[in-house]
């Protein structure tokens, strides 16, 4: 193999890696930028979301549960689980601040990956999501 073959190689290699590095620190700001569970939502104990996750061209569906604690980065996301998948995924961050606002404990719906996919409707989950509040914090 020649050498401008192997430094080829070694471009593209450092360029994937890099542009992984950037996706990564990328998924990290924002984790840093929503803020802890915490200090967002003090009145939460714990948010479980459960999903089915259903991917277009796959007959059996997953199940998936995430659980968010008052240690856990405030970022409601849900990555996409396909691999064609890119920049996709499930955000849910809107459905759980609305729940917490209006102090609901559950709720259920169903939600398409934001992401770019070669085939459009690429996947889909139904969730549910159940909150539990601190019991020390009073509920208006």
Same mark, same amino acid.
């Given at each position: 193999?020649?050498? +401008?073959a @192997?430094?080829? *190689?070694? =471009?593209?290699?450092?360029?994937?890696? &890099?542009?992984?590095?950037?996706?990564?620190?990328?998924?990290?700001?924002?984790?840093?930028?929503? *803020?802890? %569970?915490?200090?967002?939502?003090?009145? %939460?104990?714990?948010?479980?979301?459960?999903?089915?996750?259903?991917?277009?061209?796959?007959?059996? &569906?997953?199940?998936?549960? %995430?659980?968010?604690?008052?240690?856990?980065?405030? @970022?409601?996301?849900?990555?996409?689980?396909?691999k =064609?998948?890119?920049? +996709? +995924?499930?955000? @849910?961050?809107?459905?759980?601040?609305?729940m917490?606002?209006? #102090?609901?404990?559950?709720?259920? *719906?169903?939600?398409?990956?934001? +992401?770019?996919?070669p085939?459009?409707? #690429?996947?889909?989950?139904?969730?549910?999501v159940?909150?539990?509040?601190?019991?020390? #914090?009073?509920?208006?």
């Amino acid at each position: 193999m020649s050498e +401008g073959a @192997l430094s080829l *190689g070694r =471009d593209m290699n450092n360029s994937m890696n &890099s542009r992984k590095n950037v996706a990564r620190a990328e998924r990290l700001q924002r984790r840093v930028d929503a *803020g802890f %569970v915490a200090k967002q939502f003090p009145e %939460v104990a714990s948010i479980v979301i459960s999903m089915m996750y259903n991917q277009k061209g796959i007959q059996k &569906s997953l199940p998936r549960t %995430v659980n968010f604690f008052p240690s856990s980065y405030a @970022l409601f996301r849900v990555d996409c689980l396909s691999k =064609d998948c890119s920049e +996709g +995924g499930f955000d @849910l961050t809107q459905v759980i601040t609305s729940m917490i606002k209006n #102090h609901r404990e559950a709720t259920k *719906g169903e939600l398409s990956c934001e +992401g770019n996919s070669p085939s459009s409707d #690429h996947s889909a989950i139904a969730y549910e999501v159940a909150i539990q509040y601190a019991q020390n #914090h009073v509920l208006a």
